[in-house]
């Protein structure tokens, strides 16, 4: 396969943002877009907005002779298209991700993979049959600090894990999106799921299944949802995990995301002073790691495994994102009720 055809739904702002990612890839073109507004379709797309950087809003896929589609099941059913992005609000993913896995595409998925497990489930169980490959944009496992960090935590460099910290602040997301759906719970998930998902996504992709969660929430701007969470992971050794994440912030409160692992040998931080290893020696280091985003990077690499035909997994099994999306269903538990101790049911 030359170049790799992308069929992307949903203009907003990860739509905005892959199309552009696709532009610069000498391995795909997009061929198709389809968005449920006829404005968005027309090439309007001025009110995208985003809560990290600025939203890419000037797209030309009208005077590129891309093809635009109003219902994502006829860009499913196009046969110029190899891979369907799925970037539309998370209440759609699984029909259309299961549609597209059904008529043998490849399928990339935004995070969240779904809006419940039971949605998740549907989506890895029809990539189990399907001959195309399936990939959840767990954007962070692909983020070049994060990613340095792991392959170095795994390798052993820092020796064992004695804390952790895992931070995501972001401005407040009311009036960014279409239909202000983030800020309707039930649609999606409130920051818990939305956002500090990512977190919870690291802990179990660092360091594995955590037996139980506590966590404690706060509403603050969205309906129904848990707009401010802090988690501790329980594990059986006893090490202590934690993350925050919030949309909470008023608008133009910069967005942040940070860590810091404190290990046996070193403590690995991304803070306000860059990225740095400070080692027990009292050397500092400072990791060259690539200038680039999680999103480029698991785009990048999701277009050269389809491009050679090679089954995906630098950055993730299905099971392990199902595994983060079930911690925090917990961590949902654990706040409704109190914030008592939850078991994780895996
Ligand atoms: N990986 C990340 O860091 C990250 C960041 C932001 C959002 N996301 C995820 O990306 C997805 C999209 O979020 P967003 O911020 O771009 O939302 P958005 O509201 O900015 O954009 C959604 C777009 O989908 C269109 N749309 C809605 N329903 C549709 C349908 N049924 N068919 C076709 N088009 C439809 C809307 O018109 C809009 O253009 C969500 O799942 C979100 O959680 C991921």
Redesign the pocket.
Known sequence: MEKVRVGL???????CTHYSIYEGLSAATVTAV????EC?RLGDLSM??A??GEANNQLHFREQGVKVYAS?FDLVADPEVDVVDI????P??AKYAVAALRAGKHVFV???CARTLEQAERICAAARQSPGFLNF?M?VRAWPEYRYAYERFQAGDFGALRSATFRRLSPDVDG????N??MDARR?GGALL?LHL?DTDEVVYFFGRPKAVTSAGANITSQGGIDHVVTIYHYDDGTLVEAEGSWGAAHGTPFEMTFQLICEKATVRLMSEGFKIYWKDGRVEAPQVEASTG?QKELEYFVECVRQGVKPDRYQSLESVLDAFKVVLAEQQSVDEGSRRVEVRY
């Open positions: 739904i949903g203009l907003g702002f990860m739509g389809c968005d449920c507004e968005r995208v907005k809560n990290i994502a970037c539309c609000p998370t759609d993913h935004e995070k969240p944009g954007c960014n999106a279409w239909q759906w983030y999606s939305d990512h999103w």
